[in-house]
C-alpha cells in the first residue's frame, strides 16, 4: 500500500517562498507520477503540477507555472514543490497524490481522478 506524506506548510507573506515535500513509502515508485494538487476554501480540488518518475517529464497548470518547481529525490522517494513569489490565491490545502502512470501524456496523467493513492495535505496560508 503506498502512503504519502506532506510537510512544509507554513503562512507566509505575499512575495515569499515554501518548499513543500511529499514523502512516499510502500512502493518503488517506478513508472508511476507523481502530482501535487490543491483545494481552496469552496472550490474544487484542482492540479497545480505533476512529474514523471520514469523520465522527470512535468506539467504545471497556468497559474503557477514560471513560480513553482516540481522535483524528485528518487533516493529519497520524495516529491518536492518549491513554491516562489506566492499570492493571495495561492492559498489552500496542499496535497500530493501518486498512481501508476497511465499511457498518456503527462499532462492528461495530472487529474485528480487519475490518482488513487493521496496524503492528507498541508496547509499553505498566504497573508497580505
Known amino acids: 500500500e503506498v502512503q504519502l506524506v506532506e510537510s512544509g506548510g507554513d503562512l507566509v507573506q505575499v512575495g515569499e517562498s515554501l518548499r513543500l515535500s511529499c514523502a512516499v513509502s510502500?512502493?518503488?515508485?517506478?513508472?508511476?507520477?507523481v502530482g501535487w494538487f490543491r483545494q481552496a476554501p469552496g472550490r474544487e480540488r484542482e492540479a497545480v503540477s505533476c512529474i514523471s518518475t520514469s523520465d522527470g517529464e512535468t506539467w504545471y497548470a497556468d497559474s503557477v507555472k514560471d513560480r513553482f518547481t516540481i522535483s524528485i529525490d528518487a533516493a529519497e522517494k520524495t516529491v518536492y514543490l518549491q513554491m516562489n513569489s506566492l499570492q493571495s490565491e495561492d492559498a489552500a490545502v496542499y496535497s500530493c497524490?501518486?498512481?501508476?502512470?497511465?499511457?498518456?501524456?503527462?499532462?492528461?496523467?495530472?487529474?485528480?481522478?487519475?490518482?488513487?493513492?493521496w496524503g492528507q495535505g498541508t496547509q499553505v496560508t498566504v497573508s497580505t
Open positions: 510502500g512502493s518503488t515508485l517506478a513508472h508511476w507520477a
Open positions: 497524490a501518486a498512481d501508476r502512470f497511465a499511457i498518456i501524456t503527462i499532462k492528461q496523467m495530472c487529474a485528480p481522478n487519475r490518482f488513487g493513492s
